[in-house]
């Protein structure tokens, strides 16, 4: 497996991320904090590596002023995520 | 982490992200009540409501264009609340989204400038839109709902001698607002 990819979505709470990420089309940080269980301070480091991976696409809106962001996943990540899944199965399997 | 725990993970995340269906009944059920409220008023008050050329334009459009505001408020704010989108929610809106242009720059337009009644034109559009709705959602309801829609249509075009309104208010209840009850109340989620 790509090494720089098993480290990124070897951390529980990226994987957690990353796989809400990959069944919805976009989700708001609230959201993410809910699903992974973690606290604003951590996820907000999670995300960020994963963003600098190219992993997912962060935007900033506003809601009745105040501040509302949403995650996605890239197309990159997509694959990325695709592979990483195919190769953990073939290690389940062997 | 093991693999095994890995795919735990994933599996346990994936399933977090399920549509809930209730919001989509919520607006069938809305929009089913706001129409067959203003067809029972237009045919109560039709003298009232077709005193001028475009008094009846008018009615048909404003208070839509109303429930319009109101149900696309309600859906941003139910989508926050949620706290994310999947992808069947964000098709069925741009589904929805062709609807209502198509109803504002297509039917409307025609209906103002050739004097012609939209009723039969929109139960069509609408036929549409609720039979690829119940597609994607894969409920058996709204695609019921859009089937009916379609005889409603075919109805017109063969039996015109019907108030047109009446073939409305059927086309709603058996297309919008009993398809949105079994959604609204459906346990599955």
Redesign the interface.
């Given at each position: 497996m790509d090494k720089d990819l098993e480290k990124l979505?070897?951390n529980?709470i990226r994987?957690?991320?990353a796989?809400?990420l990959?069944?919805?089309?976009?989700?708001?940080f609230?959201?993410l904090m809910?699903?992974s269980g973690a606290s604003k301070g951590n996820i907000s480091i999670q995300i960020k590596k994963l963003s600098d991976a190219g992993f997912i696409k962060i935007k900033k809106i506003f809601?009745k002023n105040y501040p509302?962001t949403l995650i996605s996943i890239t197309r990159k990540g997509k694959k990325l995520f695709e592979l990483f899944?195919k190769e953990?199965?073939s290690?389940?399997n062997n | 982490?093991e693999?095994?725990e890995?795919?735990s993970?994933?599996n346990?995340?994936?399933n977090?992200?399920k549509e809930d269906l209730k919001p989509f009944g919520f607006n069938f059920i809305f929009w089913g009540i706001f129409i067959i409220i203003m067809c029972l008023v237009h045919l109560l008050f039709t003298e009232f409501i077709q005193q001028s050329k475009f008094s009846a334009v008018i009615y048909w459009t404003v208070l839509p264009l109303l429930g319009m505001v109101y149900t696309t408020m309600y859906n941003i704010k139910n989508g926050?609340k949620?706290?994310?989108?999947?992808?069947i929610?964000?098709v069925v809106k741009i589904l929805w989204m062709v609807f209502v242009f198509s109803w504002i720059l297509v039917i409307l337009p025609q209906s103002i400038i050739n004097n012609q009644n939209p009723i039969q034109d929109i139960i069509l559009l609408l036929a549409i839109t609720v039979t690829t709705t119940g597609l994607i959602l894969k409920s058996k309801s709204v695609g019921a709902g859009g089937i009916i829609l379609f005889l409603v249509f075919y109805s017109i075009e063969f039996y015109p001698l019907v108030n047109t309104l009446v073939y409305c208010i059927i086309a709603q209840t058996f297309g919008l607002l009993i398809p949105g009850l079994v959604l609204y109340y459906n346990k599955n989620g």
């Open positions: 979505l070897f529980p994987l957690k991320i796989s809400f990959i069944s919805v089309d976009n989700a708001s609230k959201k809910q699903i809601d509302l899944f953990l199965k290690y389940k | 982490m693999s095994k890995q795919i993970i994933i346990e995340a994936i977090k992200a926050i949620k706290g994310y989108e999947t992808h929610g964000r």
